[in-house]
């Protein structure tokens, strides 16, 4: 198992390009099984996450390959395999959003059902709940989740919300579900996530009829069937959040090109409260920090609320901030692996159920520390940065399923990062 070397404190300065997204390139991957044929995705990171979802695809009977140009070539001309193991579905949660595509191509899935994970149990309610309302009748059997449409799935009007708001995969299931039933369907309370709005504008450019995209009411015209496409990934606003925190936890200065401010409003806000500098370009922004870290108060909510994956990098800075600052988690209750973890490099962190305070320390101190989920892993990369001292991060491949080769990335712009192999 890798890990990380970081050497701190460092400033960074220099410029960032920032990758397609993964929380967009997954569902998207999903979505080519409605469409018998070849279609090419551009702008797909390079990572585990991918791989994971490619050799999932592989199983069902695709064929996945990277044209020499880095485009990803899923050919989905034959399915005959409409299952999700679980080897493959409890490496990766996000396996289930082949549940919906696959139930409406072949009228049959058989998804493995996934476990909880280390930011919290993870239910998938909402998803079975949204494809039964389709027509989809749907068992536990094994472990596997068996859903059943032999006959072809019926739009209706669906109310998507559950305890904790809108769910991110769960509307991208039942949206591409959707796209092949009989008649009209229409998502209430769906995610609005731009994720699930490139998802959809996807879906269109394969044939769909989807309108009130980026809204929380979906509406989809069924049509018979779609064609394959050729698509380009839009940008990751989470690792364009988590370069903009690598900026400021460092007092430094970063250009980050292929970054959409318009996806990060809520982000952007905070962090120029924080004290921090944004200023927009054509392709992107320049983050610089010359002042302080001042306080903050961040309460995590569905976009376009602040974001969950990018609360524990976020808790990293506000660990230096000048004063006290409070972290409310209203998506995964659980998410604060990160908590221990950064106590130990000297941050004055507490948690009260879902809430942390932060007393801000004038600084953070390096130690051997443990990655245990991807967000979680990227806050320890950040405070390393800014610790005195050598920090070890252990487990690093969490950071790997959701950051293509961060270390070459970041020791370019004035980063101490190794990456060794225990
Ligand atoms: N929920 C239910 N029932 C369901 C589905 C969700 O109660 O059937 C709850 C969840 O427990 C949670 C809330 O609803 O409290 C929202 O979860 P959501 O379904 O939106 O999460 P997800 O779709 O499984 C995606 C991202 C996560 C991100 C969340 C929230 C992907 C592949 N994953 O997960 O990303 O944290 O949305 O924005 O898109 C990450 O990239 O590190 C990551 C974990």
């Not at 990766?92 to 058989?110: H, K, N, V």
């Not at 472990?143 to 009007?157: D, F, V």
């Amino acid at each position: 198992m890798d890990i990380f070397r970081i050497e701190g404190p460092v400033r960074l300065s220099g410029s960032v390009n920032i990758n397609g997204s993964k929380n967009a390139s997954l569902p998207i991957m999903a979505a080519t099984i409605l469409a018998a044929g070849k279609s090419t995705l551009s702008s797909v990171p390079y990572l585990s996450d991918i791989s994971v979802c490619g050799q999932l695809l592989s199983q069902l009977g695709c064929k996945i390959s990277r044209s020499s140009n880095g485009d990803l070539c899923i050919d989905s001309t034959v399915i005959d395999n409409p299952v999700g193991e679980y080897e493959i579905v409890c490496r990766m949660r996000a396996s289930i959003c082949i549940l919906g595509p696959l139930l409406a191509r072949c009228g049959r899935a058989e998804v493995s059902m996934p476990g909880g994970c280390a930011i919290g149990d993870r239910p998938i309610d909402i998803h079975v709940r949204g494809l039964q309302e389709l027509g989809a009748k749907i068992h536990l059997k094994n472990g596997y989740i068996i859903a059943e449409a032999p006959n072809g799935l019926k739009g209706k009007e669906i109310f998507l919300g559950g305890a904790f708001g809108s769910t991110v995969l769960g509307t991208a299931n039942v949206l591409m579900a959707a796209t092949l039933a009989k008649g009209k369907t229409i998502i209430e309370s769906a995610a609005c996530e731009p994720e699930i709005a490139d998802l959809a504008n996807c879906l269109n450019k394969m044939g769909a009829k989807i309108t009130g995209i980026g809204s929380p009411r979906l509406t989809v015209k069924g049509v018979k069937e779609l064609q394959p496409a050729e698509y380009k990934v839009i940008p990751d606003r989470i690792e364009a959040g988590t370069f903009m925190v690598a900026a400021a936890i460092t007092a430094g200065e970063l250009h980050l090109h292929n970054c959409r401010l318009d996806d990060m409003m809520a982000v952007v806000d905070k962090l120029r409260n924080t004290g921090i500098t944004i200023d927009a370009t054509s392709d992107g922004c320049v983050v610089t920090r010359k002042g302080p870290i001042k306080t903050g108060d961040i309460t995590t909510q569905p976009y376009p609320g602040f974001p969950t994956d990018l609360q524990a990098q976020l808790m990293a800075l506000l660990s230096l901030a000048d004063g006290n600052s409070i972290i409310i988690e209203k998506i995964f209750p659980d998410r604060f692996m990160h908590v221990a973890e950064l106590n130990r490099m000297a941050a004055n962190l507490r948690k009260e159920s879902a809430a942390v305070i932060i007393a801000g320390v004038k600084k953070l101190i390096a130690a051997p520390v443990m990655a245990s989920d991807l967000r979680a892993s990227a806050a320890l990369v950040l405070a390393g940065m800014a610790a005195e001292g050598t920090t070890i991060v252990n487990r690093v491949y969490h950071i790997d399923r959701g950051y293509e080769k961060i270390e070459e990335r970041l020791n370019p712009v004035g980063a101490k990062i190794t990456r060794e192999s225990d």
